[in-house]
């Protein structure tokens, strides 16, 4: 193996100018070039004990993958990233690696780790630009499984199977793929042109994708299973019902939840003038939460024009749930900061339209249950703020759609679908994973439930094909 490159830091991804990429919805960064991707990959140090592996939900190959870049070999490393991953461009831009394989980097202990994610994006960017998509060549099994939802985890799931040779049919809801991907995560994040064809792949591979599906209203799980011919379901719905505060003025006009602000710009393009989606372009924005949902949504306000946005959060930074970067990259562009606030109630005029915004300054206490410091009020601290937008972005539940027209499927207290290691619920043949049983978590996580479903599905079917065979003989 030739000599590691031991420059500290990690190759670094060039990137709109902040003034210039907070007005448009194009990608923020450009991507590695060939030669930055050899440099950056030739700082990897081959570790034999592979820690990095570990922090990957899908077990990505990653001394293997890297090791094929510093050779030049980018097509090969596509194929070992593919060999456990079906969405690698996806990945390699919105997975939080500093809490994952990037975590456990030997070279992270002292210094930047690896840069693993970008080489990902780097090899599904080189694969896409150099070659044409074609069909895997798997021979049927013979097997039906159905899928609902088709978001990362559906996806995963449903590509791992139709490698088995199943006959693979994702049911969706919306009228376009993807899930989060395609509704929730900004173009200038995620560009809808990968997600499609990071889809049109699978359904190459001859996973069928029926769109405009509503499961629960159209079908039931039970007809799939008795009507429809499926042996299996894997119910991959996610965690689309957003929560609100439950304050004076939440039923305004100019109040919306971060999906729906979301799914009008990402999935019914209500930027671009060419499509007739409504939606409210502000000249003072108020987002409320402090997650990855809220730094999207703010700016996306600002992209859409706003002159001011603000996050409104209860905590500091320092508690703060969303990505580093994604902080780093919103204040970049101007995003504003209210840290410490929170909104007592949202002002309206006589028409019912948001005018501004009462908050209260905070102060954080003791560690509460999660952790982290409790924000607790300042007396007398009240102060208004002009906002004629308000985005709530505090988190999403499941849908109890499913849950209400699957009997016997258990569930937790707040919707989450309750499963055992194998990702099996409690009625037979159904299976779940994602967001549907976790709550909003990760890409990552909903690809590496959808992976272990496959995998119990795979075994459930086959014992139940050789219990038939027994018998027959
Ligand atoms: P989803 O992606 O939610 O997909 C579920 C699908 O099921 C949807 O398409 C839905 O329409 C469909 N569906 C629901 N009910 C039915 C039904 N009854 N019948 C048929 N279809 C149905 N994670 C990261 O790792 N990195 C990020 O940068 C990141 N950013 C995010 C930004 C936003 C704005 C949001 C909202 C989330 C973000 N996440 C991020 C979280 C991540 O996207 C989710 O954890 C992930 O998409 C969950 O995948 P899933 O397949 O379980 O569900
Ligand atoms: Fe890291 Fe995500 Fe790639 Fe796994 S899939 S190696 S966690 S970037
Ligand atoms: Fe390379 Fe880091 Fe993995 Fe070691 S831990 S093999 S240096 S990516």
């Known amino acids: 193996m030739a000599k590691a490159n031991m420059r500290p830091d990690k190759v670094e991804m060039p990137a709109q100018d902040p003034k210039v990429r907070a007005r448009n919805f194009d990608e923020v960064t450009y991507g590695y070039t060939e030669e ?14 592979r820690p990095c592996v570990e922090g990957c939900p899908v077990n990505v190959q990653i001394p293997e993958f890297i090791h094929l870049i510093t050779e030049g070999d980018f097509e090969g490393a596509y194929q070992k990233i593919l060999e456990t991953n079906v969405l690698p461009a996806v990945c390699g831009r919105v997975c939080p690696q500093e809490t994952q394989c990037e975590s456990r980097c030997v070279r992270g202990i002292k210094h930047e780790p690896v840069g693993i994610g970008r080489l990902e994006r780097f090899v599904a960017d080189y694969h896409r630009a150099h070659s044409n998509p074609v069909a895997a060549k798997v021979e049927s099994n013979g097997h ?4 609902i939802g088709s978001g990362p985890s559906g996806l995963s799931c449903a590509g791992d199977l139709s490698k088995l040779g199943y006959e693979v049919v994702i049911f969706e809801s919306l009228q376009t793929g993807g899930g989060v991907l395609s509704y929730g995560i900004p173009e200038f994040r995620l560009p809808k042109s990968i997600v499609k064809e990071e889809i049109k792949q699978l359904e190459l591979d001859g996973v069928k994708l029926e769109t405009n599906m509503v499961v629960g209203r159209i079908l039931s799980i039970d007809e799939l299973l008795h009507d429809y011919g499926f042996e299996a379901v894997y119910v991959a719905s996610g965690a689309g019902l957003p929560k609100f505060l439950g304050i004076a003025g939440e039923n305004g006009v100019g109040v919306y939840s971060a999906n729906e602000y979301l799914t009008r710009t990402n999935l019914m393009k209500a930027y671009d003038d060419n499509y007739d989606t409504p939606i409210r372009k502000s000249k003072n924005v108020a987002v409320i939460g402090g997650g ?5 949504a703010a700016r996306t306000a600002l992209r859409l024009g706003a002159e001011n946005v603000y996050i409104v959060y209860r905590r500091s930074f320092a508690e703060m749930p969303a990505r580093q970067e994604e902080v780093h990259h919103a204040q970049e562009e101007g995003i504003q900061f209210l840290n410490l606030n929170n909104p007592v109630e ?18 954080l206490g003791e560690p509460d249950s999660s952790g982290r410091r409790r924000p607790e009020p300042i007396p007398g601290s009240q102060h208004d703020i002009e906002v004629d937008t308000v985005i709530v972005s505090l988190g999403t539940d499941p849908n109890p759609l499913i849950k209400a027209t699957t009997p016997g499927l258990d569930v937790t207290n707040w919707g989450g679908i309750i499963v055992n290691d194998e990702g099996k619920t409690s009625r037979d043949a159904v299976y779940a994973g994602g967001d549907a049983v976790t709550g909003a978590a990760t ?19 086959m ?11």
Do not use: F, P, W
């Not at 990855?292 to 999207?296: C, E």
């Not at 014992?463 to 038939?468: N, P």
């Open 292 to 296: 990855n949902v809220a730094m999207d």
């Open 346 to 363: 949202i002002n309206l005029d006589e028409h019912g339209e948001v005018v501004g915004m009462t908050l209260i300054r905070m102060e």
């Open 443 to 461: 890409v990552i996580s909903a690809m590496g439930a959808g992976k272990v479903a496959a995998a119990s599905i795979d075994r459930y079917i």
């Open 144 to 147: 039906k499984v159905a899928v």
């Open 463 to 473: 014992s139940k094909e050789a219990e038939a065979e027994a018998e027959a003989n």
């Open 36 to 49: 930055m991707a050899v440099e950056e990959a030739s700082r990897c140090l081959q570790c034999k004990h």
